[in-house]
């Protein structure tokens, strides 16, 4: 599979809609306004309806009827966990904590060191659950062990991802909003994937998995980039002050966050060279872990955080600068392939 246009230049299209909030932030300020008064229980009606656009059609494309087969050559299953969820979050955490309160102390106010750290939390503790399909094609990954790799992990955010931010929240001196917390990865999470499971279910019982697959899935790809494009536009439109004041700062938010991209991949592919798994599953285990659900991060961070817009923008940084260091984590991996020339091998499950 190759990378589609949209997932291939997604930085660029991501920097234009930032341009074109900005835009519409600062000479139609009528538009952010009138948007605004479209709220319930601080939550931006607008923004959550796009946000739904972007996570329901990625929850149609796991199918967790495969977790029956998480028996099979379970390996790669227990290092995806261990890095993703014991790691993972609090490497972030670090990292984050090190460059926004030490390093960059000088350079970024307190309050805004605070919500940057809040973002990169989300961030952490939300594995990608969709682009890591396309990361595993252009690596050649056993495509069937990736889908359990995403099932897996969809079912431990519903589980983990709770306690992981309160705690990483709490250590950060923070007050945790238990309850909307609750609320954003119910209305989030567990309502567009319960809709997408049954829609997924109906469709294929009626028209097959090669229809799902081949003809119903294509319908929906493109709302996933729409949403998430119209969000940052919306998103930019109504944080144009802050972001206006402190244009640095993207560039600063996004130093950690890459450090901690790299990291995290060499954690998990080096542990599955050790390991002696197939580099068809040791690609994808290291790109699950470097990528984030960022669509979750950017979700909840709107939910949890509607006065402090630093912590929206904490996570959109994420998004702008996932796809080309992704893009240079799949050259890496495809070069690196030699590494892995012994190891179990896996059959099509």
Do not use: R
């Given at each position: 599979m190759k990378i589609k246009f949209f997932e291939k230049y997604l930085t660029v299209f991501v920097l234009i809609c930032m341009g074109i909030g900005l835009l519409v932030g600062y000479y139609l300020t009528f538009i952010p306004d009138f948007l605004n008064t479209f709220e319930f229980a601080s939550v931006n009606i607008p923004i959550g309806i796009l946000i739904w656009l972007m996570i329901y059609p990625m929850m149609l494309k796991v199918d967790f009827t495969s977790v029956k087969h998480v028996g099979k050559n379970p390996k790669g299953l227990y290092l995806t966990w261990v890095v993703n969820w014991l790691i993972k979050p609090f490497t972030m955490f670090g990292i984050a904590y090190l460059f926004f309160f030490v390093?960059?102390?000088?350079?970024?106010?307190?309050?805004?060191?605070?919500?940057y750290l809040r973002g990169a939390v989300l961030l952490g503790a939300a594995p990608c659950t969709a682009m890591v399909f396309v990361w595993s094609s252009l690596t050649r990954g056993n495509p069937a062990y990736t889908l359990i790799q995403v099932a897996t992990?969809?079912?431990?955010?519903?589980?983990?991802?709770?306690p992981i931010v309160g705690l990483?929240?709490?250590?950060?001196?923070?007050?945790?909003?238990?309850?909307?917390?609750?609320?954003?990865?119910?209305?989030?999470?567990v309502v567009p994937l319960v809709l997408a499971s049954l829609t997924r279910y109906y469709v294929i019982k009626k028209k097959g998995i090669d229809y799902f697959n081949q003809r119903f899935i294509p319908k929906f790809s493109f709302l996933t980039i729409t949403g998430l494009l119209l969000t940052l536009i919306l998103i930019f439109s109504l944080q144009v002050d802050l972001i206006l004041e402190n244009p640095l700062h993207i560039v600063l938010i996004s130093i950690p966050l890459i450090i901690q991209t790299f990291i995290i991949f060499f954690i998990a592919y080096l542990s599955a060279r050790l390991l002696k798994l197939k580099?068809?599953?040791?690609?994808?285990?290291?790109?699950?872990?470097?990528?984030?659900?960022?669509?979750?991060?950017?979700?909840?961070?709107?939910?949890?955080?509607?006065?402090?817009?630093?912590?929206?923008?904490a996570t959109i940084v994420g998004v702008l600068v996932e796809v080309p260091i992704m893009l240079v984590l799949v050259?890496?991996?495809?070069r690196?392939?030699?590494?892995?020339?012994?190891?179990?091998?896996?059959?099509?499950?």
């Open positions: 390093l960059f102390k000088s350079i970024i106010p307190l309050n805004l060191s605070e919500d992990n969809d079912l431990i955010i519903l589980i983990l991802f709770v990483l929240l709490g250590i950060g001196g923070f007050a945790v909003p238990w309850a909307t917390l609750f609320l954003s990865v119910f209305l989030f999470v580099h068809e599953v040791a690609a994808p285990a290291g790109m699950i872990g470097a990528s984030n659900f960022f669509e979750l991060a950017v979700a909840v961070a709107i939910a949890l955080f509607p006065n402090n817009p630093g912590v929206a923008l050259k890496i991996a495809n690196t392939k030699h590494w892995f020339n012994q190891g179990e091998n896996y059959e099509k499950i």
